[in-house]
């Protein structure tokens, strides 16, 4: 049984870079979570899919960052024109709708670092 | 909209002294609440969870949470720590209506001193 899966584990990019991070949920899970924590905080909701219609996404996320989730299975986050207020920790997580336990799983994120 | 306030920073703690960690929540609606773990450099891993039921809600390692309603709590707590308790711990909370976001507290860094 596999886990959420994040690549890559760290990233380091300059100011104005492109970045992409990638989610692959737990198999059979249909809904998909992005979130993002800075130091000394709680975990903010980005945006989540289920299957591959992404249904909400918050105000955190500006016009620069898109997410993807083309065939309802993993999923990207992409930042363009990255600036140092980016760094933080993305996280994914997944859960399976319809059990109606509403548990969301987490993977171990990704850590960006924008100089 | 939902909003959680973990009081407490940081809490040390002396091993294999009981231990509570604080969480407050505001909602207009019901919620569901969870607790997290996040280990350095880790992700979120579940301790527990209150979806309705028994208040008193038993999770792993040894955790175990109460809901209370009236003050809108949902308390962590644990009788004996061990070091491997080291951790940053956060409170979540989401609408009864199925998944939805989390919203999380702020955390706390719970410190176990030898």
């Known amino acids: 049984d596999t886990g959420v899966s994040q690549d890559p584990r760290h990233k380091i990019t300059k100011r104005g870079q492109n970045v992409t991070f990638r989610c692959d949920p737990i198999s059979e899970h249909n809904r998909l979570y992005w979130y993002r924590q800075t130091l000394g905080q709680g975990p903010e909701f980005l945006t989540y899919f289920q299957n591959e219609a992404q249904l909400e996404k918050s105000r955190l996320l500006s016009d620069r960052f898109s997410a993807e989730r083309p065939k309802g299975s993993f999923s990207t986050l992409e930042i363009q024109r990255t600036e140092q207020g980016d760094s933080a920790m993305y996280l994914c997580a997944s859960s399976f709708l319809g059990q109606g336990t509403d548990t969301q799983y987490f993977g171990p994120g990704t850590r960006l670092t924008v100089l | 909209a939902q909003s959680v306030t973990q009081l407490d920073s940081q809490v040390p703690v002396f091993e294999e002294a009981p231990v509570e960690l604080r969480c407050n929540y505001s909602?207009?609606?019901?919620?569901?609440l969870f607790w997290y773990v996040q280990y350095p450099n880790q992700g979120l891993q579940l301790l527990l969870k209150?979806?309705?039921?028994?208040?008193l809600v038993k999770g792993i390692n040894g955790f175990e949470a109460e809901f209370n309603k009236s003050q809108t709590s949902f308390h962590l707590r644990k009788p004996s720590v061990h070091i491997s308790d080291t951790a940053e711990y956060f409170c979540?909370?989401?609408?009864?209506?199925?998944?939805?976001?989390?919203?999380f507290g702020t955390g706390t860094r719970l410190t176990i001193i030898p």
């Open positions: 979540a909370v989401t609408p009864n209506f199925g998944n939805e976001k989390l919203t």
């Open positions: 909602s207009s609606v019901s919620v569901y």
């Open positions: 209150y979806l309705s039921g028994s208040t």
